[in-house]
């Protein structure tokens, strides 16, 4: 049995609901992603087109039965993403990972639209990263275009590009008609996977399919539709594999196997930095199952966190229970690193301290140190914000067969693309000839942006020279994240006699984004840190944004809509303390600082503009949505904000109560959205239903925290994530602006929190300022009766 | 592939209406049975510690949470795990409201949460919200507000069924 053939992996999904098998596939990072033009011309000499593998279902290995579900390709695929089996199924491989914000389902319908088919006749399939060696310099060539998530760019980056890839397909198929029927293409169109002949003739792309594969197609981009005839974009569609998922066979990377495979669990230095001192691994050795024990080394002090995070014992064994217990059996005396005596409670000292100095000027308009000795009034406040784990449901692993000219990688994923270099730059390995499967991620929101547990794969299997699955328990999962950064916000607001915020100031006292990050020497000191050029940037004549970077010894990553969530809960808090210290509304306030629609410059990610009227008005829906301004009932209260994250814009608006006793209750929940062209509205309320809960849960209860140097969360008891018994229903308006699209995983958390304590302050009178809220609550609610 | 120097007693199941044997630690949870033994890979791992609920199977037609159920306490008894919910092809009605109500994002913990709304529905044929917010499976996407939808719809559907 061959290494392909034995993975329970790639396979394909229906769109509509029939039966299947979930997937592996692939992506591609920006840095060896070809041009539009140059991808095209791959896409269309690439021969083989959709690799359809056969399936060995979950059951298989116990059973031995089960035939492939998928019959073998027939038909030549048009290009790289298409094929048209002689049954009349359309295949349309889905090229990015689908971490749960709905990639496979949302890029196949921009195909699948353009190419001219019913949905229900379309099968998914998921395909593997595309890399391939070319002819030209760099010598690798993106087969798919961009397949990795984060940034919320898989649809924008799509949306001309995919489409074409439908629009090109349908292209081929009518010159294909016009061939068989010595009729000019320009006579024919096309409907229900058919071509039409004006006089009535039809001939199906199934029967076209072939004789289209053997055209050549044209050298730019080829006519789209009109968006009104769009019968797939803008609609309303499910998940693609809605059906594999509740039926238990969508396979996952933690679900990946493979003959002969065995697996690892590492015993991680707890401490940061830290080595190992004494090992004794002779009671695990004993452990019936147990094959192996190796250790790996920790990352070079001081250097970029480009591998593995820390140093480890790995226990070998046939099945996990074998290697957990051998696991508990190590006997290990860890040396501790520089951060050994640190902690949350010194950091945060540090990070008080640091405001006593100058830090790194972000941004400057004007001058606030002018506006402020000339204002009438000074705002003045400090919010604090937690380090944050990523906590996906399904935890890291990634499953590896190292031969010595090859590799097969199998792994939940977001960034297939740095994983195949790091491969590379680890084993020697040609890039292409280092196969990556993406199955169905469980979860995402920027923890496997790295891909250190990739690196512990090919470091156990390089030392053990068999193949192998390195799995993570939850507290390896806690304790072993790259953090959403710790940070200190300090923000000072200006006022003039009429109320108008003349000057603004915002310091940023924080761990950095940037300390030991790979690959990011050409950022700025300050980046996931100062959102310097966010609302109300611009808006105020007199503006500073402020670094001061704080040290800590914990890795810190991408949290998802990191720098935004970062930047909204101070900002909008503040701006709600601005408008409320100056007697004025916190809407008016935050239309009045908006102005006139317009674009400002925004530097950084999701830009290059901002605009002020597309913010005012998802303000506006959602205020409207909650009918802000009403008469309420006693001890509740409506809060709001608004973000600009990545493109895309989105504002909150939250009822809550907050009884006598701190108790909280959260009444009403309203999001709106404009994240331009919508291509599946379902999809894009489940990212902003979610993205709700997301921020609800996260500001409520979750931080990391360290003591004496470790990690002190441990398992969900620790980090608890929001339940069902206190989970909201959202009610999300998406706001139709007519401009391109940006994405939607990300947009629906910033103005969560927020939102949040703005509400609480209207309920209660009383301001919270530090995430999580927590505990908060109860003595806050002590406060409330004391001032009332 | 339990090596053969630990040698016990073989525990006679039935796991999704099957005859099943096994002879390893008897401590195994029976998460670990069912994914690396069992190759039923439908049912996920979480948290290892009962909490999440991304393991939740059935045994003897309860809801149990499989990464805390030793296997020495599985003896006689019948495991369903969301493999072995749907009945000849067609799907429970559970499965088929999580599909009309779209719940899954990330769809990682949703075989635990149906599981978990089955049980539900046995016990509350018409569930309240109080009744759903029982419920403490774990979603870190956020799907609670569909996830309630669909209960309510697959609670109208099996009452109209047996009407």
Redesign the interface.
Known sequence: MSVVNALSAASAVSAASGPSAAGAAGAVSGRHALTRREFLQVSASAAGGLVVSLVMPPLAAAEGAAPPKLPAAVNQPLGSFVRIEPDGRIVIGARGCEIGQGVRTSLPMLIAEELDVPWSAVTVEQLPYGLIASPDPPGLASRYGPQGAGGSTSIPDAWHELRQVGARARWLLVQAAAQVWQQSAAALRTEDAQVAHPDGRRLSYARLAQRAAALTPPDGDVPMKDKSAYHIIGHPTRVADGRDIVTGVAAYGIDAALPGALTVLIARCPYFDGSLGELDDSEARRIPGVRQVVTIPPPRAGAPLDRNLAAGVAVIADDFWSAHRGREALRIRWTAGPGAKDSSAALEQRAAAAFGKGGLIARQDGDFAAARRTAARIVERTYIEPFLAHATMEPPNALIDLKANRALLVASLQSPGDASRMINAMTGIPRPDIEIRLPRTGGGFGRRLQNDFVAEAVLVAQKAGVPLKVLWTREDDLQNDFYRPFGVHRLSAALDATGRVTGWSHRVAATARKWRAAGMEDETDWIGCVDRDGFPAGCVENYVAEFLPVDFQLARGWWRAPLPTFAAFPIESFLDEVAHESRQDPLALRFALLGAPRELDYRDHGGPKLHTGRLAEVLRQAARAIGYGRKLPPRHGVGLASHFTHGGYAAHAIEVAVSEHGELDIVRCVCAADVGAIVNPLGLDAQFMGGTVDGLSTALSLEITVKAGRVQQANFPDYPLMRMARAPDVEVHLIESGFPPSGSGEMGIPPVAPALVNAIFAASAVRLRRLPIGAQLKGVSRQSRAVS | ???A??VHVAIELTVNARPASFA??PS??LL?YL???????????????G??G?CTVHVDGVAVRACVTPMSALSGRTVI???G??HG?A?HAV?QA???E?V????????GQ?MAAVDLLKRKSAPTDAD?????????????????KAIRRAAAQLNAART
């Not at chain 2, 994914?35 to 510690?49: M, V």
């Not at chain 2, 990330?106 to 075989?111: L, S, T």
């Not at chain 2, 956020?142 to 996830?147: D, E, L, S, V």
């Open positions: 592939m339990i090596a120097a630990e390893g630690d195994m949870p670990w994914r690396d033994h069992a190759h039923l890979t439908g049912t996920k791992f979480g948290c290892g510690i909490y999440c991304a795990t969301i493999e919910l749907a092809g799907l499965q999580w599909i009309e779209d899954p994002q990330c769809g990682y913990c949703q075989a149906i759903i917010a029982t419920l403490t499976n774990l979603c870190r996407c956020g799907t609670y507000p569909r996830i309630r």
